[in-house]
């Protein structure tokens, strides 16, 4: 069985992080992961506009702006694109919060050294494409409604 591709946008100051992040991911062994890499959150939307990406991978605090804004910014535009924010460990609420205004999930700056950041991009990822598959059925029920079955007519 060939391993899921994945292709994450993340949002991180420190290239020290980035690798970590990376070297845990790659150590997991469960998925292929793409990263691509920016450091502002202006950069964050400008990606996420011009590229398909199955998450996003977030730092609280970025160059230009914070993660919570960014993530509102997402929101507002209805970009649908999971993201899981980090945090540092004494931050957990501002997590919670960013879970609060749609991200999928949150992980403290020592958690992404873990399997909890392969457990988190699961997830999203999973809930995703069940969102996804949800979405697709009622648009195939509307169709239903509004039309017959046997005879086609309206």
Same mark, same amino acid.
């Given at each position: 069985? #060939?391993?899921?591709?994945? #292709?994450?946008?993340?949002?991180?100051?420190?290239?020290? #992080?980035?690798?970590?992040?990376?070297t845990?991911?790659t150590?997991?062994?469960?998925? &292929?992961?793409?990263?691509?890499?920016?450091?502002t959150? &202006?950069? @964050?939307?400008?990606?996420?506009?011009?590229?398909?990406?199955?998450?996003?991978l977030?730092?609280?605090?970025?160059?230009?702006?914070? !993660?919570?804004? @960014?993530?509102?910014? *997402?929101?507002?535009?209805?970009?649908?694109?999971?993201?899981i924010?980090i @945090?540092? !460990?004494? +931050?957990?609420?501002?997590? @919670?919060?960013?879970?609060?205004?749609?991200?999928?999930?949150?992980?403290?700056?020592?958690?992404?050294?873990?399997?909890?950041? !392969?457990?988190? *991009?699961?997830?999203?990822? +999973?809930?995703?494409?069940?969102?996804?598959?949800?979405? $697709?059925?009622?648009?195939?029920?509307?169709?239903?409604?509004?039309? $017959? !079955?046997l005879?086609?007519l309206?």
């Amino acid at each position: 069985m #060939s391993k899921q591709n994945i #292709s994450i946008l993340l949002a991180e100051n420190h290239h020290s #992080s980035f690798e970590a992040i990376k070297t845990n991911l790659t150590n997991l062994n469960e998925a &292929k992961y793409k990263f691509d890499v920016v450091k502002t959150g &202006k950069d @964050v939307l400008e990606r996420a506009d011009r590229n398909k990406f199955d998450l996003v991978l977030m730092k609280l605090a970025l160059l230009d702006t914070t !993660g919570i804004k @960014v993530l509102d910014e *997402i929101t507002r535009r209805k970009m649908e694109m999971p993201v899981i924010m980090i @945090v540092d !460990g004494n +931050q957990e609420h501002l997590g @919670v919060e960013a879970m609060d205004r749609g991200a999928y999930d949150y992980l403290t700056e020592d958690e992404i050294k873990t399997a909890a950041l !392969g457990r988190a *991009i699961r997830r999203a990822v +999973q809930r995703k494409k069940l969102e996804d598959d949800i979405k $697709d059925s009622l648009k195939k029920l509307e169709k239903m409604v509004i039309k $017959d !079955g046997l005879t086609g007519l309206f």
